[in-house]
């Protein structure tokens, strides 16, 4: 069955430092894959959307790979603030189907 | 603009009972879209509405619930009967059109069953 691997444990760096999560997936080949950002009692906001034909992509602080060769992505937040420190989702999406189906997220945590 | 609104907040009822979730969209979208997280583990589809079509459903658990959206715009989702396994965070999101726009979640309903 389709599985998403995303480290559910939380991830610490200081503040001014480069936080990397991963994103690793099996059994299906995503056309596409989203990555969304999640504050304690709120929904998911959409962050970045990368296809299978892209390698990278990059977004103000914000830079995304997607490898379909390992089936894995990876987001990159350089220049990390406080204000980062939130759940990142990682949802890779099957091209024709509306429903986004998300990884169980990692916590990251900024220190100053 | 106004994003997407879920009510109530946090519902607390007893098993067997019963509960509506609502769900007010962007307005213009015609996708709305219902998920569920349950304690620890992803957030999970339910179904999609194209207007007031169910256009998948394949995520609802069981007959218990049931989704709504008359007139394409607003929707509920019941729970009837609600039971245990039920509690969790329902969100709500919209999206303009197909393919892979981005969707718009709403904060979510946090149900507990007790």
């Known amino acids: 069955s389709q599985k998403i691997e995303q480290n559910s444990e939380a991830l610490n760096i200081q503040e001014g430092k480069t936080a990397t999560l991963t994103c690793n997936y099996t059994?299906?080949?995503?056309?596409?894959l989203q990555w969304y950002r999640q504050d304690p009692g709120r929904g998911p906001v959409f962050l970045l959307l990368?296809?299978?034909?892209?390698k990278e992509k990059r977004k103000e602080r914000l830079k995304v790979t997607f490898d379909t060769t390992l089936k894995q992505s990876l987001f990159h937040i350089t220049a990390s603030q406080p204000a980062d420190s939130a759940t990142y989702l990682c949802a890779p999406n099957s091209g024709g189907y509306q429903k986004v189906t998300f990884g169980i997220g990692t916590k990251l945590q900024v220190i100053p | 603009e106004a994003g997407v609104t879920q009510f109530p907040s946090h519902s607390v009822i007893e098993k067997g009972q019963t509960v509506t979730l609502r769900c007010d969209p962007i307005?213009?979208?015609?996708?709305l879209y219902w998920y569920r997280r349950v304690m620890g583990k992803e957030i999970k589809f339910l179904l999609h509405?194209?207007?007031?079509?169910?256009?998948?459903e394949s995520g609802m658990p069981n007959n218990r619930f049931l989704a709504e959206r008359t007139g394409g715009t607003y929707s509920t989702l019941k729970v009837q009967p609600a039971e245990l396994e039920d509690s969790g965070v329902y969100f709500c999101a919209s999206s303009y059109g197909q393919g892979p726009y981005e969707q718009y979640f709403g904060p979510g309903t946090r149900l507990t069953v007790t």
């Open positions: 059994n299906y080949s995503p056309a596409y």
């Open positions: 307005s213009g979208h015609d996708n």
């Open positions: 990368i296809r299978e034909n892209e």
């Open positions: 509405f194209v207007k007031e079509s169910k256009q998948d």
